[in-house]
Nanobody
Framework: QVQLVESGGGLVQPGGSLRLSCAAS????????IGWFRQAPGKEREGVSC????????YYATSVKGRFTVSSDNANNTVYLHMTSLKLEDTAVYYC???????????????????WGQGTQVTVAS
């Protein structure tokens, strides 16, 4: 049984940092890419980042490139999203998801992801 559990969200001031974690079970990281998505109030789900460590692939949305870093600890089946220089517009529920369809491509199409976590709230505010 596949399970993804996000953690690390919370309230942070503009310009601050947070590290989100995605703990995966029931999958072998070598066969999956892990994507990060977010959904802000009143907006559609947005692809943020992706990592396929076995293929050496990462992806960042233009809106977060240079501020967010995705990494993996395959021994512990955990993926991280380190967020810095946070802006008000980064406020959203952040989800991690896993895909085995085309893992080397690090797709940001939500329809290609088979498994989803429950989400963790990130609020950037003074």
């Amino acid at each position: 049984q596949v399970q993804l559990v996000e953690s690390g969200g919370g309230l942070v001031q503009p310009g601050g940092s947070l590290r989100l974690s995605c703990a995966a079970s029931g999958i072998t990281m070598d066969y999956y890419a892990i994507g990060w998505f977010r959904q802000a109030p009143g907006k559609e789900r947005e692809g943020v980042s992706c990592i396929s460590s076995s293929h050496g692939s990462t992806y960042y949305a233009t809106s977060v490139k240079g501020r967010f870093t995705v990494s993996s600890d395959n021994a512990n089946n955990t993926v991280y999203l380190h967020m810095t220089s946070l802006k008000l517009e980064d406020t959203a529920v952040y989800y991690c998801a896993a895909t085995s369809l085309f893992p080397a491509m690090c797709s940001m199409s939500h329809s290609e992801y088979e498994h989803w976590g429950q989400g963790t709230q990130v609020t950037v505010a003074s």
